[in-house]
C-alpha cells in the first residue's frame, strides 16, 4: 500500500491537475497552471552549487561542483510534455541527483514546443550530449537520464549517438518516459480512471502541440519503434496506475530482445515521475535505488577501462620491446599484475 503521503499527492494531483483536461483548454492555461505547482512544490533553495552554462547554442545548467565532475556526470533530461519546463522542481530534483551520487549533474534547457516544435528539442540534446563526449566527459562514468518526455529525448539521444557512433554512457534511468506517442498501449484504457494526473484529453490536446502534421511512429518520436540494439543498461520506473504504465513495460521487453540489459521497477500506486516530490517516503526510496542503479553502472566502467589502461599499456610496452630487441617478452595481464603488486 502506499504511504499516506503519497495517497494524499494522489488527491491532489487529482483535484488540481486531472481536472484541468477540459475540451476548451489552451497552452496558455497549461503554462499557468504548471507556474503555481512550480512554485508551490520548490519552495526551498537548492542544496548544492550551480552554474548556468551554454552549450553550442543550448542553455544548461550544471549542479554541483566542477570537481565533483571527476567523478563522474549525469545529463538529465526534464519532462513537460516536450512543451512545459518546471525551473523549481527540476532544479531541486537535479541537486538530490547530485548529492546522492556524488557527481555533478548537467540540466539542458532545451527549446519548447509550439514555438520550437519537433525536431528543435531532439537537437539540442543530442548537440548536448555530443559536446560530453567532445570534451572527454565519457571517459569519466557518464549517465543519461529523463523523465516523461525527458525519458522519451533520452532514449532518442542514446539512439541517435549509437548511430553516430558516439561512445555510449554507463548506463541511462528513465521515470515514467513516454515511448510511445501513438499511445497504443493497453494501460491508456485500463488505467484511465486510476491514473492521478492524467485523461484521454491531455493526450489529445499536447500531441498537436509537438509535433504536428509528423509521422507519430517515427522513433524519433516514439522510441519504442526503434532499433534498441547497443544501448547502454537502463533501468525503468513507473508508477502502477499510471496511463503510460505500458511505455515502460514494452519498452523494457524490446530491449532486452535487443540484447539490453534492462530492469523495470513497479511502484504500486505511484504518481507520474513520483521522485520529484521529495517529501515522499517512495521517492527517497526510488532516488536510493537510482543512486545505486548509476554508481554500480560507474564502478563497473571504471574498472573496466582501469582494465583495458594496464593491458594497453603493457601491449605497448612489449612491442616497444620487441622492436629494439627483436626478443618478444611475456606480456603481464592486470589480474597477475595486480597480484605481483601484492606480494
Request: include cysteine; charge should be neutral.
Amino acid at each position: 500500500m502506499p504511504s499516506l503521503r503519497a495517497r494524499l499527492v494522489n488527491r491532489f494531483l487529482r483535484i488540481t491537475t486531472k481536472s484541468m483536461w477540459k475540451p476548451d483548454l489552451d497552452l496558455a492555461r497549461i503554462r499557468a497552471h504548471s507556474a503555481k505547482m512550480d512554485a508551490l512544490i520548490a519552495r526551498k533553495p537548492l542544496p548544492v552549487a550551480s552554474e548556468q552554462v551554454e552549450i553550442e547554442g543550448v542553455k544548461a545548467t550544471w549542479y554541483g561542483e566542477p570537481a565533483l565532475a571527476e567523478r563522474g556526470t549525469i545529463l538529465y533530461f526534464h519532462g513537460g510534455a516536450w512543451c512545459l519546463h518546471f525551473p523549481g522542481v527540476f532544479s531541486r530534483h537535479a541537486s538530490r541527483l547530485s548529492s546522492l551520487t556524488g557527481m555533478r549533474v548537467l540540466l539542458p534547457d532545451y527549446r519548447l514546443a509550439p514555438e520550437h516544435p519537433f525536431p528543435a528539442g531532439v537537437d539540442d540534446c543530442f548537440t548536448v550530449y555530443r559536446w560530453l563526449v567532445l570534451q572527454g566527459y565519457a571517459r569519466r562514468p557518464l549517465a543519461v537520464a529523463g523523465d516523461s518526455a525527458g525519458g522519451s529525448l533520452t532514449l532518442v539521444t542514446l539512439m541517435q549517438a549509437r548511430d553516430a557512433a558516439l561512445p555510449m554512457p554507463s548506463c541511462a534511468v528513465l521515470l515514467s518516459p513516454s515511448t510511445d506517442i501513438t499511445s497504443s498501449g493497453p494501460s491508456w484504457k485500463y488505467n484511465i480512471e486510476a491514473d492521478p494526473m492524467f485523461t484521454q484529453g491531455s493526450k489529445d490536446l499536447l500531441r498537436p502541440i509537438y509535433c504536428p502534421g509528423e509521422d507519430i511512429t517515427n522513433p524519433l518520436l516514439s522510441p519504442l519503434f526503434g532499433n534498441w540494439a547497443g544501448l547502454p543498461p537502463l533501468l525503468f520506473h513507473v508508477g502502477s496506475t499510471e496511463v503510460l504504465l505500458d511505455d515502460s513495460v514494452r519498452a523494457q521487453d524490446r530491449a532486452l530482445q535487443a540484447g539490453v540489459q534492462a530492469e523495470i521497477e513497479v511502484w504500486q500506486a505511484m504518481p507520474h515521475v513520483f521522485q520529484v516530490f521529495s517529501w515522499l517516503p517512495e521517492a527517497k526510496a526510488a532516488m536510493r535505488r537510482i543512486a545505486d542503479f548509476i554508481a554500480a553502472r560507474s564502478v563497473r566502467d571504471a574498472a573496466r577501462a582501469a582494465s583495458e589502461s594496464v593491458t594497453g599499456a603493457s601491449e605497448t610496452a612489449a612491442a616497444a620491446i620487441e622492436a629494439a630487441t627483436g626478443a618478444v617478452p611475456e606480456v603481464i595481464e592486470p589480474a597477475r599484475l595486480a597480484g605481483a603488486g601484492g606480494a
